[in-house]
């Protein structure tokens, strides 16, 4: 299983990387659970990686987006020219038409700009409190476009983690669907250690975390030692 964590600067980048995380998640904690980062950030994050000679990937975050699917494919585009791996994009929207609508604009904008970078489509595993579009449909979004990972997360930042609202059951029947699908599943969303046992048994292919290894508080600062904890955990 890979190790995802999300910094939101260079500083926290080196924690992330010397911590051993296979993937650096770029992006901005005060515009929401999916908030972009600036492009320069971005650019700043892949040279560090480059002059580090690190074996990891970038991922960036565009945002936690409503019905705009426009907007959407001009963020993604400008995530995969600074130079992501992944770009990834939080499903806000309320159905499922909209979902399938704003993901075809945004695997789009990637795939033509780079057939190898990967799309990511994030659903809320809080859906209901949200008022978005439920992970449970990932039957009938997927199979519509061209994504190459699921992932569930929480909207709301409130400690309440994605097991808290899908359970046990329903994250491995999440994974299990995107898997039949041919996709990479990842298992995000106010996560604690506590939880790591469960992600393993869920079979995710990817657990992303950012308040786990800042201490509890996303708000606060990735720290190299809590993610070299989580990296072990998830090793053994």
């Not at 260079?10 to 904690?29: H, S, T």
């Not at 000679?53 to 995969?80: C, H, M, N, Q, Y």
Request: contains cysteine; glycine residues 8%; negative net charge.
């Amino acid at each position: 299983m890979k190790l995802l964590v999300s910094p939101r600067d260079v500083e926290e980048a080196i924690a992330v990387i010397r911590g051993g995380a296979d993937i650096v998640d770029v992006k901005n904690p005060s515009e929401g659970s999916l908030g972009a980062n600036f492009p320069w950030v971005l650019r700043a994050v892949r040279e560090l990686i480059q002059r580090e000679r690190a074996s990891v990937e970038l991922s960036a975050a565009i945002g936690d987006f409503v019905f705009k699917p426009g907007t959407a494919s001009l963020a993604a585009l400008g995530a995969a020219f600074a130079g992501a791996d992944y770009v990834k994009v939080g499903l806000l929207v309320k159905t499922s038409e909209e979902a399938i609508e704003l993901l075809k604009a945004f695997s789009k904008a990637v795939k033509e700009y780079d057939g190898t970078k990967k799309v990511v489509a994030a659903f809320f595993a809080d859906f209901e409190r949200a008022g978005s579009v439920s992970p449970f449909l990932i039957d009938e979004i997927a199979s519509a476009v061209e994504i190459d990972v699921a992932m569930v997360d929480t909207a709301v930042k409130d400690g309440l983690s994605s097991f808290h609202f899908l359970g046990e059951e329903g994250m491995r029947d999440f994974v299990s669907a995107a898997h039949e699908l041919g996709l990479k599943a990842a298992v995000a969303g106010s996560l604690k250690f506590e939880d790591i046992p469960k992600v393993k048994r869920s079979g995710a292919d990817i657990l992303g975390v950012r308040g786990l290894v800042c201490g509890g508080d996303r708000e606060s600062t990735v720290k190299e030692d809590l993610v070299r904890k989580l990296r072990m955990l998830i090793s053994e």
